[in-house]
């Protein structure tokens, strides 16, 4: 799978947008971009995914840049709660691309 | 839906006993898998099954470490003799992992081997 790069922290006012980038430059083909994040004490808990398209859902949007070397995932409207290790990985699709690798991610602090 | 379960929530133990970690997937998911998260190493996994059966189990540490899956909803991860340097966060995770399937994790259990 390939290796993603991210901010080790970053500080995104509550109630502001919250951009999260993610390089992924050896992206291949069919591979997605997932993300998680894990607050404190908690396990990790899926957020979005996906393949070239942008995709939103409740929590969160995935923006992926044409050439799908880097990502971006938007919080719209930080809260405290929403302060959290933030992951961006890659991973395959099939039975044979099981892994989740995570990497040290993003710090993110929702400050008041 | 209960989520995965894991238990215990917090276990301390003196180094050389025997630890068993348990975990109830979710129903009806087909693939379980085991991490272990320290300060120094983030989140590793240690071992992958799918179908109660273990694919990979490259990140087990060593013989110390084993797990089982006896049937679709229960596995145990076993670390007989503990050490302190198997001090750790463990989590268990489930998916039904048919391509781009999420993995729902358990909220792990705090080992302390002292």
């Known amino acids: 799978d390939a290796k993603t790069t991210q901010p080790p922290s970053m500080d995104c006012a509550e109630g502001r947008a919250a951009n999260l980038p993610c390089n992924h430059s050896?992206?291949?083909?069919?591979?997605?971009v997932y993300w998680y994040r894990q607050i404190h004490s908690q396990g990790p808990q899926y957020i979005i995914h996906?393949?070239?398209n942008n995709e939103t859902n409740e929590m969160a949007s995935l923006i992926i840049t044409e050439d799908r070397k880097s990502s971006t995932l938007i919080l719209p409207h930080a809260t405290l709660r929403d302060t959290a290790v933030y992951y961006c990985?890659?991973?395959?699709?099939?039975?044979?691309?099981?892994?989740?690798?995570f990497g040290k991610g993003t710090k993110l602090s929702v400050i008041p | 839906d209960a989520g995965v379960i894991q238990s215990p929530r917090h276990e301390v133990t003196e180094m050389g006993q025997e630890v068993t970690l348990r975990c109830k997937p979710i129903?009806?998911?087909?693939?379980l898998f085991w991490y272990r998260q320290t300060m120094m190493r983030g989140l590793e996994l240690l071992i992958y099954?799918?179908?109660?059966?273990?694919?990979?189990d490259s990140g087990m540490p060593e013989d110390r470490f084993s797990a089982k899956m006896p049937n679709a909803s229960f596995s145990t991860l076993k670390i007989q003799p503990s050490e302190p340097r198997d001090s750790a966060v463990y989590f268990c995770?489930?998916?039904?992992?048919?391509?781009?399937?999420?993995?729902?994790f358990g909220s792990g259990t705090q080992l302390s081997v002292l």
């Open positions: 995770a489930s998916s039904l992992l048919r391509g781009t399937e999420k993995l729902f």
């Open positions: 050896t992206i291949s083909g069919n591979e997605y």
């Open positions: 996906g393949l070239k």
């Open positions: 990985i890659v991973r395959g699709s099939g039975a044979g691309s099981y892994q989740l690798t």
């Open positions: 129903s009806g998911h087909n693939s």
């Open positions: 099954f799918n179908n109660n059966v273990p694919i990979d």
